[in-house]
């Protein structure tokens, strides 16, 4: 069985798919972040849940304006529409299950969102330009939200920047980005039992 690798340059992020998301079922993943790693910036998913569960080094988390250090056994869940943000603190690689319920849609996002990062099409922070940041958040409203700008800022603006983005070639998702499948490998590193029971999902990820 092979799974599919979804990698980050900019941002230093490295997932393993272990379950691949279909019909609304969840994307659980191996996420590994280097030391300095972080997500691109605090966001909602208005209609997924996310769960983060450490398996090694710490990750530090932000959910509703509440800060923690997730050390490992440690499961953090985050319900829809909460703004919430994460980082690796020290200078150990964090590895960490990542549980994204439904994840299709939530799949198709970080394809293109890492794509643009590979390709030099993002700030030092992962961030794409602003013409390309507001297809994406057009075509992904349903998916993620970044909270800053605050929403009554984006919508107007971004709805304003699309029409000039598409005159310039830009797109909301790119089919390059979604169906190039990428890095395999053969097999995962192996959860400890006594973190694998943190993560219901982990009993249906042998799918690939």
Do not use: C, K
């Not at 869940?77 to 439904?102: C, K, L």
């Not at 030092?124 to 057009?138: E, K």
């Not at 919508?155 to 909301?172: E, K, S, T």
């Not at 590193?189 to 009993?203: D, G, K, S």
């Amino acid at each position: 069985m092979s799974y599919a690798v979804i990698e980050n340059p900019v941002t230093g992020e490295r997932a393993f798919r272990r379950h691949a998301p279909t019909d609304g079922s969840p994307l659980v993943a191996d996420l590994y972040a280097r030391p300095g790693a972080a997500v691109v910036g605090e966001h909602v998913h208005p209609h997924a849940s996310e769960a983060f569960t450490v398996v090694r080094g710490i990750l530090g988390v932000r959910v509703d304006g509440v800060e923690s250090h997730a050390v490992p056994g440690t499961r953090v869940v985050v319900p829809p529409g909460t703004p919430h943000d994460w980082w690796t603190v020290g200078d150990e690689t964090a590895f960490v299950i990542v549980e994204v319920d439904p994840g299709d849609r939530f799949e198709a996002m970080i394809r293109n969102l890492f794509g643009l990062a590979a390709d030099g099409r993002t700030d030092p922070a992962g961030r794409p330009g602003l013409l390309q940041a507001a297809l994406l958040a057009r075509e992904f409203d349903d998916t993620i939200r970044f909270t800053s700008p605050p929403r009554a800022v984006q919508r107007p603006l971004f709805a304003a920047l699309a029409p000039i983005a598409r005159l310039r070639g830009l797109r909301g998702r790119y089919d390059r980005y979604e169906q190039h499948t990428g890095a395999t490998v053969e097999e995962l590193e192996t959860i400890p039992p006594e973190i694998a029971v943190l993560v219901p999902a982990l009993a249906s990820s042998d799918r690939g």
